[in-house]
């Protein structure tokens, strides 16, 4: 009866709710259906004036440009969304505009999203419970936004279905409440309505879903999308209009002049990290978006500056593409400390994350053991038991830094903005700061306005970015795929990565991979069996997308990297061979560029955790197990040492007839070889087995290579990475 009683007030308080949102939103919604609102077929095909047709400005022709150029209307520091799109903003007003990035576009947090475009269903129900005014407004405006962007990038974002299993039946209306009020809340930019599926539907759709005490599900649609191709892609259409817009170059100080007796920014002292050169960029106008780093630069303006980034650390980690269904997502609204789970298709895998934890500002975040764990245990309890989730599945993890911000306004430093800040220095520094990655087309209108304002800049046009068609979007649809197979007799998987990924240009990107060169050598085939990635998009991303860095193409490009870390490493030798023959490295840069890739690999994308998981497993194998690779340690210890070398992995090689490279022999021997003493002795072959056995590795070059793993020899991409 007691339970019953809990369950009536349950209900009630849902029915409350409801009451609630059918009240406090139909305000907010009469004022909606007065203004108009764009859907994606209203985005415009149309190119506006001054759009560059043809093949953008080389790297060369944008420094000289930014080198020489006598005044910008406006410098944009930070090439992530948020920069990008302020300067695409800013360029397509008439402004004369540069944009520098220190590293790569989207080499920051820009690319290490939850790739989706969201209004936020829990910051909808925290207004609604609430009573919050403003952060109903956030949601509002940022579903507004998802709209928009998936309509000027239909290539790159798409609408998801996003199912929340339900345990008890009393969440049933409560779930479905706020889901209704988040579609309500959209209104005519709704993507799709949502529903509830009973038991048996819910696990037609997500068979992987656990069993047992599953009530139904309710399932909703957001956006998602390929996250730094769509910032590079923001880049790129700043200088279709154009901008001049250079990744690798580094502000070391801003400069000032006085006007009227005021001291101003004037510009910057800049450094192209390429060559080492430096130079002066003068602008009437300076933006500071530069997310996690922008205290740095407002201190650049002011020792005085006041600190306003709180950094937060969102780990997320990638999967095999059979732990989720190919087009359906999972939302965990309440994990074991509280914070939310997403467990989404993405890219042919499967990515879970985030936490959220407070870290330092780094140029280089790393995930960590403890949260790859968390997250791993969050996903085991909503998989059905048949589903083992291991350790060595994760091909991939990366840490991505949010920049949540302090109102300098506030007295209380402990009061985080819900959402964007934009904060004008005495010097006329302005800074935006905080806010999403959907939202950031209305961040950086808001920003160009306030610039506009406060530096007397004159444009020619009002903000047109809203339905502005970004770099891919013109002629593509989802047909687009079938031209590449049947003109180019491309592989449909591969065709349809080729479309998705770079939209009308796909067949440019096709035309770069014909003969080249005195062989005539095909840059046709795939990079690596586990990625439906081809060889010419390399090509096309250091002669067309400002690709500098070998980190640049595997993770911003092509995003191998994000996705698989143990087949990048096998693929690297191919893209730095590749690279410097189209950038004319010499030996020395290669090496260099291989080594920088592998350390970003390792520290940043989870590879050096797969060493350290493997330092930690236990040894676990039976005295017959013992026994049998005891025997098999001694057969390729040619000289009895009690350890392994490089000399006796040749040897062993040359004896059972099977080729191998130097280097494919000294990365096998780095795999095992966990102590970093340049050899495998024999509690390393042991725990590499155990861990074998245990599921903690589940890929091993070396195993395969050496007959270790009797398992089937299969894809990387199917049996894990193991990092």
Not at 346 to 363: F, K, N, Q, R, Y
Request: hydrophobic share 40%.
């Amino acid at each position: 009866m007691r339970r019953f009683r809990r369950l009536v007030s349950r209900v009630a308080a849902v029915g409350a709710v409801g009451a609630v949102v059918a009240a406090g939103v139909t305000y907010w919604k009469v004022q909606d259906l007065q203004r108009a609102t764009l859907s994606a077929a209203q985005a415009s095909c149309d190119k506006p004036a001054g759009w560059r047709d043809g093949p953008l400005p080389s790297r060369e022709e944008q420094l000289k440009a930014l080198q020489e150029t006598i005044e910008f209307d406006m410098l944009v520091i930070g090439g992530g969304a948020t920069g990008a799109g302020v300067a695409l903003d800013a360029q397509s007003r008439g402004l004369k505009t540069a944009l520098v990035e220190m590293y790569d576009f989207s080499s920051g947090t820009s690319s290490r999203s939850t790739k989706l475009i969201h209004g936020g269903v829990r910051y909808l129900q925290k207004a609604i419970l609430g009573f919050d005014v403003e952060q109903y407004k956030m949601v509002k405006e940022a579903l507004s936004e998802r709209a928009n962007l998936l309509a000027i990038a239909p290539h790159l974002s798409y609408p998801l279905p996003i199912m929340l299993p339900v345990y008890k039946l009393w969440q049933i209306p409560y779930f479905w409440g706020g889901i209704k009020a988040y579609d309500f809340v959209a209104g005519s930019e709704l993507l799709k309505p949502s529903y509830f599926l009973n038991k048996t539907k819910a696990l037609e759709l997500f068979p992987m879903l656990k069993r047992d005490a599953l009530c139904g599900a309710l399932v909703y649609y957001d956006g998602q999308q390929n996250d730094a191709r769509m910032n590079v892609a923001l880049a790129l259409t700043s200088a279709r209009l154009g901008a001049a817009v250079l990744n690798h170059v580094q502000v070391t100080q801003l400069i000032h002049k006085e006007e009227d007796g005021v001291k101003r920014v004037a510009g910057a002292i800049c450094r192209d990290r390429m060559t080492g050169k430096e130079f002066t960029v003068r602008a009437k106008c300076v933006v500071n978006a530069t997310g996690p780093f922008t205290d740095d630069v407002r201190r650049m303006d002011s020792e005085e500056a006041r600190k306003i980034v709180q950094p937060s650390s969102g780990v997320h980690i990638i999967l095999p593409d059979y732990y989720s269904p190919q087009n359906m997502g999972l939302l965990d609204p309440q994990t074991s400390d509280g914070r939310v789970i997403f467990f989404l298709p993405w890219l042919g895998h499967t990515m879970a994350g985030t936490t959220d934890s407070p870290c330092g500002v780094t140029h280089h975040p790393e995930p960590t053991e403890e949260d790859i764990q968390f997250i791993l245990q969050e996903v085991r309890t909503y998989l059905s038991p048949d589903v083992r989730v291991r350790r060595g599945d994760v091909l991939s993890a990366w840490s991505g830094i949010r920049p949540l911000v302090l109102d300098p306004s506030k007295t209380n430093t402990q009061s985080l903005a819900r959402n964007h800040l934009i904060i004008v220095s005495d010097s006329n520094l302005v800074t935006i700061a905080g806010g999403k990655w959907t939202t950031y087309r209305h961040m950086a209108e808001e920003t160009v306005d306030k610039a506009v304002e406060v530096c007397r800049l004159k444009t020619t046009h009002a903000c047109s970015t809203r339905g502005l068609m970004l770099e891919g979007g013109h002629n593509w649809t989802p047909l687009s795929f079938i031209r590449l197979v049947q003109d180019f007799g491309m592989d449909t998987e591969v065709a349809r990565h080729l479309s998705s990924a770079f939209g009308d240009r796909a067949g440019k990107v096709v035309e770069m991979g014909h003969r080249r060169g005195p062989r005539g050598e095909s840059f046709h085939g795939r990079l690596h069996p586990s990625f439906p990635n081809i060889e010419a998009e390399i090509i096309y991303a250091v002669h067309r997308e400002y690709a500098c860095t070998l980190e640049d193409v595997i993770a911003r490009r092509m995003r191998i990297a994000f996705l698989n870390v143990e087949a990048t490493v096998e693929a690297l030798p191919r893209v730095v061979e590749i690279m410097g023959k189209e950038l004319k490295w010499d030996k020395k840069r290669q090496e260099e560029e291989l080594a920088n890739a592998k350390n970003f690999l390792r520290r940043e994308m989870g590879h050096e955790l797969g060493r350290r998981t493997k330092e930690s497993v236990d040894i676990k194998l039976s005295r017959e197990e013992l026994s049998e690779f005891n025997q098999k340690f001694r057969a390729m210890d040619y000289d009895n040492k009690g350890y392994i070398t490089v000399s006796d992995l040749r040897r062993y090689f040359k004896d059972i007839g099977r080729v191998m490279s130097p280097d494919d022999i000294h990365e096998m021997l780095n795999e095992v070889d966990t102590n970093l003493n340049g050899r495998i002795e024999i509690d390393e072959f042991f725990q590499l087995m155990s861990a074998i056995k245990s599921g903690d590795v589940v890929h091993s070059r070396f195993a395969q290579a050496t007959d270790m793993d009797t398992r089937p020899d299969v894809k990387v991409s199917r049996s894990g990475g193991g990092v």
